[in-house]
């Protein structure tokens, strides 16, 4: 093999691994941190995934998924919080990346991974209300 084929192969391999992947998962991951705070401080938090935590927290989870975020302290009436992913500006802009750089199939990525999203409300606050 040449040292042009040998040079050729890396640049074909590498320009396929670029077009195959997502410009927004690259950039931005598949993950975010979503913050959850409370007034009073210390309440319980539970989201619909599992995961668990107290006030002031963040859990690292998926762009993609929506959640219910519920906020439990004693002596409270238990809130909870919708979190559903959105197209974020910055998401939107990878997915221009993506188009311009001719990576549909990267597009496809962050699509489905959720890279080209942010969770929202982030952080989420919640005010706690005295039960009575």
């Not at 991951?29 to 002031?56: I, R, W, Y």
């Not at 221009?96 to 199939?105: K, Q």
């Amino acid at each position: 093999m040449s040292r042009y084929t040998k040079t050729l192969t890396v640049a074909l391999i590498g320009s396929v691994m670029l077009l195959s992947s997502g410009c927004a998962t690259i950039t931005r991951g598949a993950e975010q941190d979503l913050a959850v705070e409370s007034d009073p401080a210390g309440a319980s938090v539970t989201l619909s995934n599992g995961m668990k935590g107290t006030t002031p927290t963040s859990f690292k989870v998926k762009r993609k998924d929506s959640l219910t975020v519920t906020v439990q302290k004693p002596g409270y009436k238990t809130a909870t919080v919708q979190v559903t992913p959105k197209v974020s500006d910055n998401g939107a802009a990878g997915m221009a990346g993506n188009l311009l750089f001719g990576g549909i199939i990267g597009a496809g990525v962050d699509a489905a991974n959720g890279a080209n999203k942010d969770l929202t409300p982030n952080p989420v606050k919640v005010t706690l209300q005295k039960s009575r």
